[in-house]
C-alpha cells in the first residue's frame, strides 16, 4: 500500500450508472464539484444490457441538461399493447393521460452521460477498487485503489450511494438506522436479443395459459423480447427453436405472427422486489438501484433511479446555494412517496400478467385474473390507471 492522494469535492458520488452520472452532470452545470467512484469499467457498464423504456419526465430530464440524443435516436411510443390469450387491447397514452413514453435502452444513456461527463471535464473514475466509505454522519470520507493501482481517500460534505442493486453505500448504514422490504417471486424473465425486423410498431405485453412474454424492440434490425421462465433456467441449455416455440405460443395467434431471427443473446433475470429506508444516513443519501429494486415488468427502474437524482438536485443545489437544508431534508421522503407507487405499480403489473406455477388453486387463480384483467382493459378508467402508471406520475 503506497500513500494515500487526499481529494476533496463537494459531493462523492459512488456508482457511475445513469443516476451517478445523471447527478453529476447536473450539479455540474449548476457549478457544484463532484468526484463519481465505480468500480466496473465504462465498457462493463455500457455492454450491460438493461431496459429500454423512458417515461416523459425522464426524456425531459435529459432533454433539459442539453443530452438529447434521445430525441435523434429514441423512439416516442404512444401507447402500448395487451394481448391476452391471442388477442390485442391497446391502451393509448396520449388519449387516455396526453403522456408518451419513449424506447431508448438504458445502454444509450448512459453511453450519452458518460460522453458528456468526459467532454465537459468531469472526474469520473471507472475501474476501481478496495472501495470504502468512513464517517458518514460528519464528512464523509471514500477510499479507494484507481485503475492505475494509486490509492486515494475523497473527503466530500456529501456522499450519494448510486452504487446500484448490490450498493456498498447502503450496507454502510448502520442496521439500527434502517429497514430494508423484500419480495421475491417464483418466475424469472429469459431475455433475448434477435437479429429480426420490428413485428410491431409498439410493444406487447403478452398474457397466455401458457405464461408472459413482452415483445419489446431496439433498432431496425435487432429486437428485445422476454418470457416468463422458471428461475432456475439455464438459458445456455435452450436452442433458438424452443425460444421461439414459446414466444409463439404466448404471442402469436388471430393473423398475427412474430418476425423470428436468429437469437444473439440469451439471459435469464430474476425477479425481486427491494426498499432501503430511510434513503437517507447522515451525510450520505442513496439513490436509485441502490435504494430500491423492481421487477422489470412496469418498467420504472431507470425512470425512479431518474426520478430520485432530480428530487436529490434540488436539494443540493439549494443546499450550496443557499445554506438551506430543508429540501434535501425532504429528499428521503419525497423519493420514496414515489418508489412505493412505483413497487405497487410492479408487483400489480407482474401478478396481472404472470402465470402462477401449478398449484392446487391454479384454476381459480387464472380465471380470476382473466376476470380482472377484462375489467381493466375493458373500462377506459382502468386502461387510465395503467396509462398513468406506466407513463409516470406527477411529481408531488
Ligand atoms: C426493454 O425494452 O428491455 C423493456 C421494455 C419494457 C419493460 C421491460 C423491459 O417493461
Redesign the pocket.
Known amino acids: 500500500m503506497g500513500d494515500r492522494t487526499v481529494i476533496t469535492t463537494q459531493v462523492a458520488i459512488m456508482g457511475a450508472g445513469p443516476a451517478g452520472l445523471m447527478l453529476s452532470h447536473l450539479l455540474a452545470q449548476a457549478g457544484i464539484d463532484s468526484t463519481v467512484v465505480e468500480i466496473r469499467s465504462r465498457e462493463a457498464i455500457s455492454n450491460t444490457i438493461r431496459?429500454?423504456?423512458l417515461e416523459a419526465g425522464s426524456v425531459n430530464l435529459l432533454v433539459d441538461s442539453g443530452v438529447d440524443n434521445v430525441l435523434r435516436n429514441g423512439h416516442e411510443h404512444e401507447g402500448t399493447e395487451f394481448r391476452v390469450n391471442g388477442v390485442s387491447h391497446r391502451i393509448d397514452f396520449k388519449g387516455l393521460v396526453g403522456q408518451s413514453v419513449w424506447?431508448y435502452p438504458q445502454n444509450d444513456v448512459f453511453d450519452d452521460l458518460a460522453a458528456r461527463r468526459e467532454a465537459d471535464g468531469g472526474d469520473v473514475r471507472y475501474s476501481c477498487s478496495n472501495v470504502d466509505t468512513a464517517d458518514l454522519t460528519g464528512q464523509p470520507k471514500v477510499f479507494f485503489t484507481d485503475e492505475d493501482g494509486k490509492d486515494f481517500e475523497l473527503r466530500a460534505q456529501i456522499l450519494v450511494g448510486a452504487d446500484g442493486s448490490r450498493s456498498h453505500c447502503r450496507s454502510a448504514i448502520p442496521e439500527s438506522e434502517r429497514r430494508w422490504y423484500f419480495n421475491e417471486y417464483p418466475f424469472a424473465w429469459f431475455g433475448i436479443l434477435t437479429e429480426a425486423p420490428r413485428s410491431s410498431p409498439e410493444?406487447i405485453y403478452a398474457n397466455s395459459e401458457h405464461g408472459f412474454a413482452?415483445i419489446?424492440q431496439r433498432t431496425d434490425t435487432v429486437q428485445?423480447m422476454?418470457f416468463q421462465c422458471d428461475p432456475g433456467t439455464n438459458p445456455d441449455e435452450w436452442t433458438d427453436e424452443q425460444i421461439w416455440e414459446q414466444l409463439r405460443l404466448r404471442v402469436n395467434g388471430n393473423g398475427f405472427e412474430l418476425k423470428e431471427g436468429p437469437v444473439t443473446s440469451k439471459v435469464v433475470l430474476p425477479f425481486r422486489s427491494f426498499v432501503a429506508e430511510p434513503m437517507r444516513y447522515g451525510n450520505l443519501f442513496l439513490a436509485g438501484d441502490a435504494a430500491h429494486t423492481v421487477p422489470?415488468?412496469?418498467?420504472k427502474g431507470l425512470n425512479l433511479a431518474l426520478h430520485d437524482v432530480r428530487l436529490l438536485f434540488e436539494g443540493l443545489d439549494s443546499f450550496f446555494k443557499s445554506g438551506s437544508s430543508a429540501i434535501l431534508d425532504a429528499y428521503s421522503e419525497r423519493a420514496l412517496d414515489r418508489v412505493w407507487k412505483a413497487q405497487n405499480f410492479s408487483y400489480w403489473m407482474t401478478t396481472l400478467l404472470h402465470t402462477v406455477p401449478q398449484e392446487e388453486n391454479h384454476a381459480f387463480f387464472r380465471a380470476r385474473q382473466l376476470g380482472e384483467l377484462r375489467s381493466l382493459l375493458d373500462s377506459e378508467h382502468g386502461r387510465a390507471y395503467i396509462a398513468e402508471c406506466y407513463t409516470g406520475w406527477q411529481t408531488k
Not at 422489470?296 to 418498467?299: F, M
Request: proline share 8%; charged share 10%.
Open positions: 431496459a429500454g423504456i424506447l410493444l413482452l419489446s428485445r422476454y422489470p415488468t412496469g418498467a
